[in-house]
């Protein structure tokens, strides 16, 4: 049974950074691509960005190039957000995601409130 759940979400000052963190299990994590997606209300979910099973970033979000970063621990099976000089339009629900047997899990998200 798939099973993703993220955590690391907070409230912090526009400028501060926080690391998100999303624990998998259930599939085989390392020959997997994942995703992170975001949710502001009356907003559908938009891609932030895709780490490849290698750890290579894909499809990142204009708005958060140069500013987030993906990655991820195979041996651990987990993947990570790392956010910088946050703004408040980052404001977001964030989840992990996942297409695995003709399936797409999502964990129930973590909330990152940007304000000062």
């Known amino acids: 049974q798939v099973h993703l759940v993220e955590s690391g979400g907070g409230l912090v000052q526009p400028g501060g950074s926080l690391r998100l963190s999303c624990a998998a299990s259930g599939f085989p994590f390392s020959i997997y691509a994942m995703n992170w997606y975001r949710q502001t209300p009356g907003k559908g979910r938009e891609l932030v960005a895709r780490?490849?099973?290698?750890?290579?970033?894909?499809n990142v979000l204009d708005s958060v190039k140069g500013r987030f970063t993906g990655s991820r621990d195979n041996a651990k099976n987990m993947l990570y957000l790392q956010m910088n000089t946050l703004k408040p339009e980052d404001t977001a629900v964030y989840y992990c995601?996942?297409?695995?047997?003709?399936?797409?899990?999502w964990g129930p998200g973590t909330q990152v409130t940007v304000s000062s």
């Open positions: 995601n996942v297409a695995y047997s003709l399936q797409t899990y």
């Open positions: 780490v490849t099973a290698e750890g290579d970033m894909r």
